[in-house]
Nanobody, 123 residues
Framework: QVQLVESGGGLVQAGGSLRLSCAASGGTFSSYAMSWFRQAPGKEREFVAA????????YYADSVKGRFTISRDNPRNTVYLQMNSLKPEDTAVYYCAARLKYASQRRDDYGYWGQGTQVTVSL
């Protein structure tokens, strides 16, 4: 079983930056594709970014391309989401997710989830 713990959320002004971290345990981290999703109040959980197990494939949602960067540090069993030029519409709970090997943009493809970390972007 893989356990995921997110951190790094908080309150930031529009135009600012945050870096989220997701620490994994209980599995062979390098075998897993890692992703970030987010869920705003009253909305469905949506895909943000994903990186395959070997970091060879990366996906981004159109809404974050050019502003967010997903990276992974296999020796540290950690995946990051660097978020720049934040907008109020980025406000959401951000979730880390894992699945074996291949990255996917589909929420239902992921079997392992963290508890989420709140990101709030103010005007």
């Amino acid at each position: 079983q893989v356990q995921l713990v997110e951190s790094g959320g908080g309150l930031v002004q529009a135009g600012g930056s945050l870096r989220l971290s997701c620490a994994a345990s209980g599995g062979t981290f390098s075998s897993y594709a890692m992703s970030w999703f987010r869920q705003a109040p009253g909305k469905e959980r949506e895909f943000v970014a994903a990186k395959s197990w070997d970091a060879g494939i990366t996906y981004y949602a159109d809404s974050v391309k050019g502003r967010f960067t997903i990276s992974r540090d296999n020796p540290r069993n950690t995946v990051y989401l660097q978020m720049n030029s934040l907008k109020p519409e980025d406000t959401a709970v951000y979730y880390c997710a894992a699945r074996l090997k291949y990255a996917s943009q589909r929420r239902d493809d992921y079997g392992y989830w963290g508890q989420g970390t709140q990101v709030t972007v103010s005007l």
